[in-house]
């Protein structure tokens, strides 16, 4: 079984518990290329008395022709409007704060008219490990504010982060979830990097990587890897071992080669690919 939930996740859970009660604006980041795969049932429960904005982060790695489907489902499903982001290719992210303050107007308003004073928003960031939340409140704040890094689990505390003269956000550590039912689901999580890779057998999420590439994909692996597509996936893994060198005295070294493979498809070497593609 595919799982993570170390006791700084749990450590983390706890916080933002006791955090969600200050802030006016819950700001999910789901990953693009799993926008159903990276939705935590614990951050769902945590957050269900929030307003709720949806940011799909990394959306320029992830494949534009299921755009218009992840819209629909989000509103049908979740009666939520969700914004394609990038933090690195600078996509969208000039609307943020725009939603934002459209989302909170009403509550602003009514503060004032009740004679409140006017005081800063305050949202809370929050997703999977690895989703890019430190590198949007850096992006927003157009500073380096908070360390980021292409690994998960990189934020290790709280912090408060003023990016408008009206507004805080709080960037929070990853989180999963206790138990990963859907391995499916934790399969596309390993695959687009909010599980560590060191604690887990690599293997099974680069086969099913490899199912789902010539069931969703096909051309792909034969257009990056010159591998015959309609051999079995072993075949194919001991093909590309051949080609970058990972098989000598007879031996195959099997984790370098998932580990290329794995950093294809992240770096985007393989194309734009989704992992998330049914949407009722
Ligand atoms: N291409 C692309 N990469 C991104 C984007 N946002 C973040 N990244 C990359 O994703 C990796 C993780 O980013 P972080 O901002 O550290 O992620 P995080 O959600 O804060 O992760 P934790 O602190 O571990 O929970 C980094 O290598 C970033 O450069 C994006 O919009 N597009
Ligand atoms: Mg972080």
């Given at each position: 079984?595919?799982?993570?939930?170390?006791?700084?996740?749990?450590?983390?859970?706890?916080?933002?518990?006791?955090?969600?009660?200050?802030?006016?604006?819950?700001?999910?980041?789901?990953?693009?290329?799993?926008?159903?795969?990276?939705?935590?049932?614990?951050?769902?429960?945590?957050?269900?008395?929030?307003?709720?904005?949806?940011?799909?982060?990394?959306?320029?790695?992830?494949?534009?022709?299921?755009?218009?489907?992840?819209?629909?489902?989000?509103?049908?499903?979740?009666?939520?409007?969700?914004?394609?982001?990038?933090?690195?290719?600078?996509?969208?992210?000039?609307?943020?704060?725009?939603?934002?303050?459209?989302?909170?107007?009403?509550?602003?308003?009514?503060?004032?008219?009740?004679?409140?004073?006017?005081?800063?928003?305050?949202?809370?960031?929050?997703?999977?490990?690895?989703?890019?939340?430190?590198?949007?409140?850096?992006?927003?704040?157009?500073?380096?504010?908070?360390?980021?890094?292409?690994?998960?689990?990189?934020?290790?505390?709280?912090?408060?982060?003023?990016?408008?003269?009206?507004?805080?956000?709080?960037?929070?550590?990853?989180?999963?979830?206790?138990?990963?039912?859907?391995?499916?689901?934790?399969?596309?999580?390993?695959?687009?990097?909010?599980?560590?890779?060191?604690?887990?057998r690599l293997e099974?999420?680069i086969f099913?990587?490899i199912?789902?590439?010539?069931?969703?994909?096909?051309?792909?692996l034969?257009?990056?890897y010159e591998v015959d597509?309609?051999t079995t996936n072993l075949e194919i893994i001991e093909e590309i071992a051949k080609k970058r060198g990972f098989f000598t005295n007879k031996d195959f070294d099997y984790e370098k080669t998932y580990i290329a493979i794995l950093?294809?498809?992240?770096?985007?070497?393989?194309?734009?690919?989704?992992?998330?593609?049914?949407?009722?």
């Open positions: 079984m595919i799982n993570w939930y170390p006791g700084h996740m749990a450590k983390t859970k706890k916080q933002l518990q006791e955090n969600i009660k200050l802030v006016d604006l819950v700001i999910e980041l789901l990953d693009a290329r799993i926008p159903i795969s990276s939705q935590n049932p614990l951050i769902d429960e945590l957050t269900k008395n929030k307003p709720r904005l949806v940011l799909l982060t990394k959306s320029s790695m992830a494949d534009p022709r299921y755009n218009s489907q992840i819209e629909k489902h989000f509103l049908n499903k979740q009666s939520t409007k969700v914004l394609f982001i990038d933090s690195i290719q600078s996509i969208n992210i000039n609307k943020i704060y725009s939603f934002a303050q459209e989302i909170l107007k009403e509550k602003f308003e009514k503060e004032k008219l009740k004679g409140m004073k006017t005081r800063n928003a305050r949202a809370m960031i929050v997703g999977i490990p690895n989703v890019g939340k430190s590198t949007l409140i850096n992006k927003l704040s157009q500073k380096k504010v908070t360390n980021v890094g292409d690994k998960p689990g990189v934020t290790k505390s709280l912090q408060w982060i003023r990016i408008a003269k009206d507004f805080d956000l709080l960037d929070t550590p990853g989180i999963l979830w206790p138990k990963l039912d859907d391995q499916e689901a934790a399969k596309k999580l390993v695959l687009t990097g909010a599980i560590k890779d060191e604690i887990i099974e999420s099913y990587f199912d789902f590439m010539k069931a969703n994909y096909a051309g792909l034969n257009k990056k597509e309609k950093n294809d498809f992240r770096n985007l070497r393989i194309g734009r690919i989704s992992l998330d593609i049914n949407y009722e």
